[in-house]
């Protein structure tokens, strides 16, 4: 397989993205009397899940299709311009913004389509039966998202996320199709790995906001530098595990990469939120116990999927390894539900399962 590099109007492409997924993550920021809401809870999974996917969308048709073209970067530099709009109507209050959001999302994966339409017309064997699968395909989620302003209420987000929900899953019924032109691993890894850092970034807001938030007292300095620990440590395993551990070599449609960083992504942005939640103790103590550990649970059970699949099968761990860093976020969780813990306790307890995971993986 020949190495394929990022380019960098697809790094520049991510920065819009940047904005996005702060917005999105801010949405769990908004707690009331103590109680982040099932509901503030779903709307943060349901901007998410557009944002990923619209990103996703674009980073296959190049994994599989892009050249550095004039005609590419024409392509792309307007998928910039519908990011813009998309990532300005990111709201809590979603009503309000809900046409402007329409036309950002549609724009976005519209001009995706009509891409593999261009390569359609292009490419022969193979790549041109996966291009006529999407490019053709694609459209009828869009029109079932776009056919949402005719609706009011929750069938209008219902009728949206179907629309959505069908976009994500023609990858999973075309694998036949896809498995005969496979992503180029190499170049695939490498994006998610850049938007992953981008979401650890995030954290590093976080502790920006925590050190600002209140005057330099040894706990919240104490917090702050356990924080940094962790980010260290999660940088540590996931990045140590892509370049050290994983065969970039294999070919595959790709699937545990892109759905499983689903997940990845949506528990970077979690654990963010938690950080300054969990200092500034804006939730009820078993929310925050709940919602910070549930965090970290989600990340490493999907970090565990994905490097799993694509590590070396001498690298890969065992079911020892997996159990033991299992008991030590139950055991952690247990004790702190049966003792109210400080915050700079419960932050110590992350960084030193993040630690072990880094050791352990790496």
């Known amino acids: 397989m020949t190495e394929k590099k990022v380019t960098w109007l697809e790094l520049f492409y991510d920065l819009l993205f940047v904005a996005a997924v702060a917005k999105a993550s801010h949405v769990l920021l908004h707690v009331e009397d103590e109680t982040l809401s099932l509901e503030t809870l779903g709307k943060f999974i349901l901007i998410f899940i557009p944002i990923w996917w619209a990103w996703v969308g674009q980073t296959l048709f190049v994994n599989r299709f892009g050249q550095d073209s004039v005609t590419h970067r024409i392509f792309l530099i307007i998928q910039l311009f519908f990011v813009l709009i998309m990532t300005a109507s990111l709201n809590v209050d979603f009503d309000a913004t809900y046409l402007s959001f329409l036309i950002g999302y549609i724009g976005l994966r519209a001009m995706t389509a009509v891409q593999y339409h261009y390569a359609h017309a292009k490419e022969e064997g193979h790549l041109r039966a996966t291009a006529h699968y999407f490019g053709t395909r694609f459209w009828i989620g869009l029109a079932i998202s776009a056919s949402s302003l005719f609706f009011d209420s929750w069938v209008r987000y ?43 970034g995030e954290s590093v807001v976080s502790i920006l906001a925590v050190l600002q938030s209140s005057s330099w007292t040894p706990q919240s300095v104490g917090f702050a530098a356990l924080t940094f620990v962790l980010i260290i440590a999660m940088w540590w395993q996931y990045y140590d595990n892509l370049e050290k551990k994983v065969d970039k070599h294999v070919q595959t449609a790709g699937q545990t990469i892109i759905y499983g960083h689903l997940f990845i992504f949506l528990s970077l942005s979690m654990i963010a939120a938690s950080i300054q939640l969990l200092f500034l103790n804006e939730l009820h103590y078993e929310l925050m116990l709940n919602l910070f550990f549930g965090s970290v649970v989600l990340y490493f059970a999907s970090t565990s999927l994905v490097f799993h699949v694509y590590r070396h099968r001498q690298h890969r761990l065992g079911i020892k390894h997996l159990s033991l860093l299992l008991g030590i976020l139950i055991v952690f969780y247990i004790l702190n539900l049966l003792f109210h813990v400080p915050n700079v306790v419960m932050m110590g307890e992350m960084a030193l399962f993040f630690a072990v995971y880094a050791k352990i993986t790496t």
């Open 158 to 200: 219902a009728v949206l996320y179907a629309g959505i929900v069908l976009d994500i899953i023609l990858p999973l019924t075309g694998r036949k199709i896809l498995l005969k032109t496979p992503t180029n691993t190499h170049h695939l890894l490498e994006r998610f790995s850049l938007f992953a850092l981008i979401l650890l």
